[in-house]
């Protein structure tokens, strides 16, 4: 099966720009997450989806961070304004359930530096 | 709340050595536990998985067992190779919370030949 696609793969912008992000998740997948990996830290999550509903985003930063997952299939994570602490890898996953008993896949990240 | 500890790195070995990462978890009631590897450049892999007390994961070489009195879910293998230089995450996740994963800082591990 195709993995989840992530891109860019690599966005370098000035701080106060702003940026988006795009996730295509594994067919059938309806839960979808978007994580903030900060270098030498293991990621966090900033929000989760169960089809096109939020189901957590205790974790975003809801004054410059938003997403959406329209029709519930693809998803979109954009930073306005960015600041330099923004700089980090951004992953996404996508799960087929919400059980605890699977795993993610995992998409290969955009690495956002803002300089 | 719910938290994952793992050892600091990075751990440096000689190709073959025995490898231990050691991860310890605190959370109420039944979480899963998982073990993800990250290859420079790469996305998160899942390695392995555990889901209830005294299961065994195993992939590739790698074992994890699930310790629920000692809370801990401990990374081995027999004989490392350089191609294991990467970063390995553990993890758990708990259904009641979404099922959302939380990460441990991650321990980098470097094999020399």
């Known amino acids: 099966e195709a993995g989840v696609a992530q891109s860019p793969r690599y966005k370098i912008i000035e701080k106060r720009q702003s940026v988006a992000f795009w996730c295509n998740p594994i067919?059938?997948?309806?839960?979808l997450y978007w994580y903030q990996q900060i270098l030498g830290q293991g990621p966090k999550l900033l929000i989760q989806?169960?089809?096109?509903?939020?189901?957590?985003d205790s974790q975003l930063p809801k004054d410059r961070f938003s997403a959406e997952r329209l029709k519930g299939v693809d998803s979109t994570l954009k930073i306005q304004p960015a600041k330099l602490e923004d700089s980090a890898v951004y992953l996404c996953a996508s799960s087929l359930e919400e059980q605890a008993y699977y795993g993610y896949t995992f998409g290969s990240g955009t690495r956002l530096t803002v300089v | 709340g719910n938290s994952v500890t793992q050892m600091e790195g990075p751990v440096t070995l000689s190709e073959e050595a025995f490898l231990t990462i050691n991860c310890t978890y605190t959370a109420t009631g039944y979480p899963s536990l998982f073990w993800y590897v990250q290859y420079p450049g790469e996305g998160l892999q899942l390695l392995l998985k555990?889901?209830?007390?005294?299961d065994k994961g195993s992939n590739k070489g790698f074992e994890a067992t699930y310790r629920k009195e000692t809370t801990s879910f401990h990374l081995e293998k027999g004989s490392v190779q350089v191609s294991d230089s990467a970063v390995y995450f553990c993890?758990?996740?708990?259904?009641?919370?979404?099922?959302?994963?939380?990460f441990g800082q991650g321990t980098e591990l470097s094999v020399k030949p």
């Open positions: 067919s059938g997948h309806a839960t």
């Open positions: 993890a758990l996740r708990k259904g009641n919370q979404g099922g959302k994963l939380i």
């Open positions: 555990a889901t209830k007390a005294d």
């Open positions: 989806f169960q089809n096109n509903g939020v189901v957590d």
